[in-house]
């Protein structure tokens, strides 16, 4: 590449940024199930797979892409570039269309052919569907929020960082299939006055309240499912980037999320995130 040659990354950006008004609207008339199931073995939406096939459509046409890959889908589009590789959550947390919760949009923005591990992100972000549009990114150690409108997008706020008072917390799973040491974790977190719980049930909408008012967001290995729910490539590591470079940290359990390495395109990873003292609690309450 060469100074003169747009940046994919850019054009990735813009692109995701340009289409969620497109997304929000497609999801009118799109709320029921389809009648298929996702790598992972979950029910589609109908939204789901119009978002991905939306997205793939425009991402893998742009200069410089080399794959385009997404949890709704088992194999990697080869879009024919190798200088990024995209893995994107067309609709995160789409159980919520039922109930007309937030909802949102997550991409990772890889340098390496996927899977890769998150130490190979150039950028990653996420779109909020909430009660307006907004969208998160981080590239080069810094993040910035957006507010979307139609095809336009305003910068709210740069280098965001998150609080350093911790205010907020919200953990996915049943409860009774959480370990025993977790739960105790849990129990610390809030028996602290000064903490809120809050939890919608998209991760993104969730931890979109994490970077906000600061504090912690999990999804945790379960007694009957070790690796948790969410997904490395596609949910795990974007959103660890960001919460990194926003000051916070993320884990597995032992090992910052950035550090896991990928064995298959689809694999689950236990998340955390948050700010860092509240990780480095996890990780000793874990160890
Ligand atoms: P969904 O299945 O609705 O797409 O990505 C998976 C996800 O939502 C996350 O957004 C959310 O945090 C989690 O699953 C919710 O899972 P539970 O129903 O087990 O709480």
Same mark, same amino acid.
């Given at each position: 590449?060469?100074?003169?040659?747009?940046?994919?990354? /850019?054009?990735?950006?813009?692109?995701?940024?340009?289409?969620?008004?497109?997304?929000?609207? *497609?999801?009118?008339?799109?709320? *029921? @199930?389809?009648?298929?199931?996702?790598?992972?073995?979950?029910?589609?939406?109908?939204?789901? #797979?119009?978002?991905?096939?939306?997205?793939?459509?425009?991402?893998?046409? #742009?200069?410089? !892409? *080399?794959?385009?890959?997404?949890?709704? &889908?088992?194999?990697?589009?080869?879009?024919?570039?190798?200088?990024?590789? =995209?893995?994107?959550?067309?609709?995160?947390?789409?159980?919520?269309? @039922?109930? +007309?919760?937030?909802?949102?949009?997550?991409?990772?923005?890889?340098?390496?052919?996927?899977?890769?591990?998150?130490?190979?992100?150039?950028?990653?972000?996420? #779109?909020?569907?909430?009660?307006?549009?907004?969208?998160?990114?981080?590239? /080069?150690?810094?993040?910035?929020? %957006?507010?979307?409108?139609?095809?336009?997008?305003?910068?709210?706020?740069?280098?965001?960082?998150?609080?350093?008072?911790?205010?907020? %917390? *919200?953990?996915?799973?049943? !409860?009774?299939?959480?370990?025993?040491?977790? &739960?105790?974790?849990?129990?610390?977190?809030?028996? /602290?006055?000064?903490?809120?719980?809050? %939890?919608?049930?998209?991760? =993104?909408?969730? !931890?979109?309240?994490?970077?906000?008012?600061?504090? =912690?967001?999990?999804?945790?290995?379960?007694?009957?499912?070790?690796?948790?729910?969410?997904?490395?490539?596609?949910?795990? +590591?974007?959103?660890?980037?960001? =919460?990194?470079?926003?000051?916070?940290?993320?884990?597995?359990?032992?090992?910052?999320?950035?550090?896991?390495?990928?064995? /298959?395109?689809?694999?689950?990873?236990?998340?955390?995130?948050? +700010?860092?003292?509240?990780?480095?609690?996890?990780?000793?309450?874990?160890?």
């Amino acid at each position: 590449m060469t100074a003169s040659d747009p940046d994919p990354v /850019d054009d990735i950006v813009a692109t995701i940024a340009r289409s969620a008004a497109e997304i929000r609207q *497609g999801l009118v008339g799109r709320r *029921g @199930k389809a009648d298929e199931e996702n790598p992972s073995g979950e029910t589609q939406a109908e939204a789901d #797979i119009w978002a991905d096939e939306l997205l793939a459509d425009r991402l893998s046409s #742009i200069d410089g !892409v *080399g794959q385009y890959a997404s949890e709704e &889908r088992s194999e990697i589009i080869d879009a024919g570039d190798d200088q990024v590789y =995209i893995a994107v959550d067309p609709l995160d947390g789409s159980s919520n269309l @039922k109930s +007309n919760n937030t909802m949102g949009t997550v991409f990772g923005i890889y340098d390496e052919p996927l899977p890769a591990p998150g130490s190979a992100l150039v950028a990653s972000g996420w #779109i909020l569907y909430g009660p307006i549009t907004t969208m998160a990114c981080a590239r /080069d150690g810094s993040v910035t929020k %957006y507010e979307l409108t139609g095809g336009g997008r305003t910068v709210v706020e740069e280098d965001v960082t998150l609080p350093d008072e911790p205010l907020v %917390y *919200g953990f996915g799973g049943r !409860v009774p299939h959480w370990h025993d040491d977790f &739960r105790e974790y849990v129990r610390e977190i809030e028996s /602290d006055p000064g903490h809120k719980l809050r %939890y919608g049930g998209a991760m =993104i909408g969730d !931890v979109n309240q994490v970077l906000t008012y600061g504090g =912690i967001f999990a999804y945790p290995a379960l007694e009957d499912s070790p690796r948790g729910k969410l997904r490395l490539q596609f949910e795990g +590591n974007p959103i660890a980037y960001l =919460i990194e470079s926003a000051g916070g940290r993320s884990s597995d359990g032992s090992q910052s999320i950035l550090e896991v390495e990928p064995t /298959d395109l689809h694999d689950r990873v236990p998340l955390h995130v948050g +700010n860092t003292g509240f990780i480095d609690q996890l990780e000793a309450a874990l160890a």
